[in-house]
Structures are given as structure tokens and as C-alpha cells.
């Protein structure tokens, strides 16, 4: 896991990001769109679902957005989601499933188990780009 902050920007106060997902490419990617919306916003990296619990309880400041992907090697993001759900201390984070997934099944499940929004991961990194800055400004990290 890695913290990643906008060059020059270390503000500990500024909104944070969690991206937890298995490709190192897509946390790239993602990582580097946040950084090319140009708000103040800090971006943790995980590679497996079985990292997120643990990581929320031993951080010092909670993210706005948790950006979950579905298909992981050790524990994917449904069972990720209804243990964050459980999770009472946790449980009213926003998680917004982005995967490459755009199956009717996945999202009605995603849906069921508390996700707050599903979306497909697109196809170019402009598209990737604007996905960002809607959710920067939708999820109000600025």
C-alpha cells in the first residue's frame, strides 16, 4: 500500500481516496487521473480486498471514497463490501464498485450488498480522467 500525494501538496487534511484493486496498472492509472483533475486529494493504494479492514482501523483519517474493484486474487470486492458493511465503525463509508465488469448480475449484487454506485472502468484513460472529476465533484473531494 502507498500513499499518494500531488507533487508539492502534502496536506494530511486534504480529502482522501482509497483504490483498492489487484492490477497495479489500474492503480496507476487511477492514481495519475486524480492527480490530472489538479484537486487536493490524497489517493491510498491497496492491492487486495482482504487489506481494506485493516487499514481503516489503524489509519488517522477515514477516505470520502473507497473505489473498489470485484475481481481480486485473495479476497474480491463482494466480500470486501458486506464485511465494510458489517463493520459498524465503517459501515456509512461511500464505495463505489469500479471494475471492468458491466455485467446486470455484478451490479444488482454490488447494489445489494451496499455499494453506492457501480461503474464500469473505461475503456481509455481520458475517459478515466473525466470519471475522475465526476467523482471528485460528486463524492464534493475538493
Known sequence: MAFHTPTGLGQSDAPAVWVVDDDEDDRLFIRSAFEDVQQLIRV?????????????????????LILLDINMSRQNGFDTLKQLRNTPTFAHLPVVMLTTSSDNADIERSLALG???????????????TLVKGLTEQWALV
Open 44 to 64: 491510498l493504494t491497496l492491492t487486495d480486498g482482504d487489506q481494506l479492514l485493516p487499514s481503516l482501523t489503524t489509519c488517522k483519517q477515514l477516505p470520502q
Open 115 to 129: 455499494a453506492n454506485q457501480f461503474m464500469t472502468k473505461p475503456a481509455s484513460y481520458n475517459q478515466l480522467v
